[in-house]
Nanobody, 125 residues
Framework: QVQLVESGGGLVQAGGSLRLSCAAS????????MGWFRQAPGKEREFVAH????????SYADSVKGRFTISRDNAKNAVYLQMNSLKPEDTAVYYC??????????????????WGPGTQVTVSS
């Protein structure tokens, strides 16, 4: 069982940057794809980014492509989300999640079976 805890959220002005971290416990972390999702007030949780178990392939939502970068360090059991050029519409609670073994897709909530409690990101205009 992998447990996840996010950190690094906070308040930042538009155009600024934040780096989110996700610390994972469990010996099987390195064999799973990992994702970041976010949920703004009154909206559904949405896909942000995904990284394969090796870190060799990454995927992003169109709304963050070119501004956000997902990465991982399997030696540290950690996943990161570097967020640049932040916009007010990026304000949300950000969650990291472990991809379910055998899942074909990576952008749906049901493709993941472990979630962190989330970290708040607020971007002021």
């Amino acid at each position: 069982q992998v447990q996840l805890v996010e950190s690094g959220g906070g308040l930042v002005q538009a155009g600024g940057s934040l780096r989110l971290s996700c610390a994972a416990s469990g010996r099987t972390f390195s064999i799973h794809g990992m994702g970041w999702f976010r949920q703004a007030p009154g909206k559904e949780r949405e896909f942000v980014a995904h990284i394969t178990w090796s870190g060799g392939m990454t995927s992003y939502a169109d709304s963050v492509k070119g501004r956000f970068t997902i990465s991982r360090d399997n030696a540290k059991n950690a996943v990161y989300l570097q967020m640049n050029s932040l916009k007010p519409e990026d304000t949300a609670v950000y969650y990291c999640a472990k991809r379910r073994t055998g899942s074909y897709y990576y952008y749906r909530l049901q493709d993941y079976d472990s979630w962190g409690p989330g970290t708040q990101v607020t971007v002021s205009s």
